[in-house]
């Protein structure tokens, strides 16, 4: 107890003697303020059961599980044998939902690595410099983001064959565009501040100020806007799922498993209805997250 | 130490053209504290950064120490010259602690010996130890202003140019700044270049001292004459008895166009 | 001046509930006032604006304000609700704010928004609201309120822009201003029209009025008495022309640390801060 008391003193200590203390401190802060929201603190806990599900997969289940075809088992209802029934092929739903939030998670993740330095790079130089750069970049900007997300996926899975890679791409070049506005309305905001001009005045260079100065200021709210998008992003890879241009069969994919059980739909419910209530709760989870990280960044800034 | 000649800072072009300053010409000798007085939209605040070299199109002519400034500036010679900013808010980054602040200089010029540069810098402005890794919003203003001196002293710069250091301050906490400054002046011998709407606290820290109105220099006078009140130009006259408190006969109402 | 005063406040506290403990912005202020103008000075953070904006019912959700006794014009403030404080401003008291491009709306005319004023508390006719706007406007000396009356916040200058605002917070006949800092935004040249605006409504009308501001000399040569406050309390109440003389080593201390023209120094006397006067 009494240790706990200091680590928590020595993090809310007002007059910190390190860095490293004074970070840890702003963010312990900023935790504070976080847990007290208790819909984020939800939202927090569907995200990293996400993730503990999709690290654990192996352990939970049997690997095997996930494609094993027991023909003689097919369409049975959620038992104590099978927790979530059964699907058309006699495979266990429980463990391809398991296995499924892998393939979740990871679309989620290659989009995020890909949208985020995208977006940012193009809105913090379009911001930075302005005049012609700006221009050109936004221009290039509206010209993807008037493609039509789904539509150009299709296109692509077209081209270059279905498969979770190609859903990624896909994904990644229609999310990106609005990061970019995003991020460039940032940096305008703060491209005319004081502290911008002083740090020119001492020499930095325009890739300096843009690194060190500007976005440290534009990383929070494009990581909020990507939160909240994660349920549009995940219900789009769905939809590709369950139109078959993303995972391929036999991999589990929430997505395909709706789809794949939508002719018994009436009669065994559970073959669609598990992975949807699956794709749902990970999307509110991501929402609840994304605000209440939006809460902790607006009082911050107040 | 500071020579300006026919410095024009202008925007727009043909009849929309607005001249921010036009034809200023000044010199400041060495270790001199120069003033500029004027109202917001004199263009005070334009020169100060046309010599901070922040306005690339400025035409005319700058030398800092005998040197033909160019208006855009490499790392080095930006390293001559330094500025306090009015708002102790916004001109330190919200997310950098103290010692990020001032790292950031040491870094750029490759100065090495950070550690020591810091807190002897930091001794120098009064900070103490324990402001060192605080976040701005975890300092009061003055402290806040005391950071921004010790930024742009930790460059080691000949010459200080300040916009408004004070205007955003208490009073009593404007007074230490003000000495503060006029300490680091003697210590280092800096030649100071301020800017400020107020003419006690021009006079105070400066001998010299121009009065500016829309964009030009209209007169140069010293610290002497303006309190003894010995000044030539109309508006210095008004801009002399505004300072001294309400005054009927002051306030003669002019309906200015909007 | 009347044997009632229009003003009377009695151990007005302002207290914010924390986390961390409560934060006392205002304690146990009292004063009486008649029909005068009477300034307010102190530093950020003294609790001067926090005072005002008690008077106007304005202090923000977790403040919460109490007084032994708060009365204007003989009304009871201590027992009004949003409602009644609604009812009674712009009515029996106005205040007026630092930036009138914060406080004017920028998709309305300012003739629109003072002829609005008018109806709102006389429900007047569009006529007549316009009238009384015009004449409101010609009051604050502007020289062609019809030009002005349909110019947006945006097309006018400061100055024109505080004057607009006295405009609109007389013209529901007030019997106490409060103004803010209302010239701190403004270049000194016009600062003193704008007071000189104020004054002459604020005598003709016979109104209270209290100015709130951080500059001692503005306060000292516009005001006829000076409360001081530090720390959320008044550390000393004197006449305007007298504070050359105050007592409180506050006071003095501020007055001392101003520069001053004409009486140059090495060094700025600082202030030395006695944690004994929030106390006392």
Redesign the interface.
Known sequence: MNGTLTWRGWLLD??????R??RLG?WFRAWLAFRRNGLAMTGLFVVSALVLTALAAPLLVDPRAAILQVLTERLQPPSSSHWFGVDELGRDIFARIVFGARTTLIIVALVSAIVTPVGLGIGLAAGYFGSWIDAVLMRITDIFLSFPRLVLALAFAAALGPGIENAVIAIALTTWPPYARLARAETLTHRR???I?????????HL?IIM??IM??CLPSVIIRLTLDMAGIILTAAGLGFLGLAAQPPAPEWGAMVSSGRQVLLGQWWVSTIPGIAIFVTSVGFNLLGDGLRDVADSR?S | MIVLEHVTVSYGTGIGRIFAASDVSFRVEEGAAFGLVGESGSGKSTVLRAIAGLIPHAEGRVMLAGREMPMRRSTSERKMVQMVFQDPYGSLHPNQTVDQTLSMPIAIHKLGDSDRRISSVLREVGLGREHRYRYPHQLSGGQRQRVAIARALVLEPRILLLDEPTSALDVSVQAEILNLLARLRQIHGLTLLMVSHDLAVIAHLCERIGVMSNGSLIELTSAEALSSGRVTHSYTRQLLRSNRGFDRSGAEIVDAAS | MSDTPLLTLRNLRVVYPGDEGDLVAVRNVSFDLGRERLGIVGESGSGKSTTGRAIMGLVAAPGIVTADEMRLAGKDLTSLDERGFRRLRGKKVAMILQDPKYSLDPVMSVGQQIAETHRCHFRSSMNAARAAALDMLAAVHIRDPERVYALYPHQVSGGMGQRVMIAMMLIAGPDLLIADEPTSALDVTVQHQVLAIMDDLVRSRGMGLILISHNLHLVSSFCDRVLVMYGGRVVETCAAGELSKARHPYTRGLLASLPELGRRRAELPQLRRDPAWAEG
């Open positions: 007002p007059a910190p003697v390190s860095r203390q004074a702003r501040s004081e502290f001009e002083a740090a020119e005045l001492q020499g930095a260079s300096r060190s100065q440290p200021l800034s």
